[in-house]
């Protein structure tokens, strides 16, 4: 890959998450992250091992995903381009991941050691505004999500991923959104047909 490819893929990055760093900060996380390619329905974390490493998503998207006692597969979230993945709450506490994260497309993160990351953001008060910027949008992410099962009905759920996500619900697989809505596959099936009908 050419140092201006690499670039492009930084600034792109930092752009959809409304971070301005300049050369010099930009080449410390250029240090410590790496370009990674993953295949379909590889995994970037397993449930149960621990969280050690952070990515940012260059190109495809990703679920959040875990396996109940009852063997359920439960997804939590979806990730697409400029998002962060890693277990925050996991790498905190030192425990095993509860989840796993899965890529739903062949994709290419940059990626980085956590304890690599947290090094160069030490002491360097740019570098930890991005890294604030990143956590909070995670968490702000999985508040909203655990929110809407207040607050809406699965109709309502479905129509605000639909329009907060342009464009996903084509590119993964209606169970994978049916969990995540809480819903079965057959009742967002009707959804999606009442939908129609009503336009």
Sequence with gaps: MSNNTYDNLWWNILKSNSISLDEKNLSLLKDVFSTRLLKKNSLFLK??????????IVKGVFRSYY???????????????????????????QKESMYSIQALEDSE????????????????????????????R??????EH???FKLLS?????KQFVSEKLGLENRIKQCYLASYLG?????????????????
């Design 67 to 93: 396996i109940d006692r009852l063997g359920n597969d439960i997804t939590k979230h979806f990730h697409t381009e400029g998002e962060t993945l890693f277990s925050y709450a996991a790498y905190l506490s």
């Design 146 to 148: 655990a929110s809407s």
């Design 109 to 136: 993160i940059l990626v980085a050691k956590i304890s690599d990351f947290e090094k160069i953001v030490e002491g360097n008060y740019n570098l930890l505004l991005c890294y604030k910027k990143m956590i909070d």
């Design 47 to 56: 449930q149960g091992d621990n969280s050690i490493k952070v990515a940012f």
């Design 154 to 158: 699965s109709i309502e759920r479905y």
């Design 183 to 199: 819903i079965t596959p057959v009742s967002l099936s009707r959804i999606r047909r009442k939908l129609n009908i009503n336009k």
């Design 138 to 143: 995670v968490l702000v992410k999985k508040e």
